[in-house]
């Protein structure tokens, strides 16, 4: 099946860890994004500006701009995508963070109207409190 414009228009941002431009170019007004697991930073976010002050920026400041992330799967059927990526980062004190993810997308009107987001919430917890204890 061949993947929407909308679609790999977000893939494209993913891969080129825009995430920023993601977000206030493609969430939808009424955005949600659900972190799953039991992390500082799992939980449900209800709009894009949420997302990006409690969660993105705050993961961001402990990170090396030179973040990637690498897609590995893509599903795309109807209004939902679904991918799973693997990221390459370095924590500011050199410490390796390669988590792994799988987000569910879901699509209306070429915006994203919500993301639920799996990973190694142990992994972003260790970062997060090894960064702060430092």
């Not at 994004?33 to 930073?41: A, D, F, H, M, P």
């Not at 939980?43 to 920026?57: C, G």
């Not at 799973?84 to 050199?94: A, D």
């Amino acid at each position: 099946m061949e993947l929407s414009q909308c679609h790999q228009t977000i893939i494209n941002l993913i891969e080129s860890w825009k995430i920023q431009e993601l977000c206030e170019q493609y969430f939808a007004a009424e955005f949600i994004w659900e972190v799953k697991g039991s992390s500082q930073l799992s939980k449900t976010y209800t709009s894009k500006q949420d997302y990006y002050k409690q969660a993105l920026y705050r993961l961001q400041k402990h990170l090396q701009p030179k973040a990637s992330i690498k897609l590995i799967h893509s599903y795309s059927c109807g209004n939902t995508l679904i991918v799973e990526l693997e990221g390459n980062m370095t924590t500011l004190s050199g410490q390796q963070y390669n988590n792994q993810y799988c987000w569910v997308i879901k699509t209306q009107d070429n915006l994203i109207t919500s993301i639920t987001a799996y990973l190694d919430t142990l992994l972003l917890e260790k970062i997060l409190s090894d960064e702060k204890n430092q």
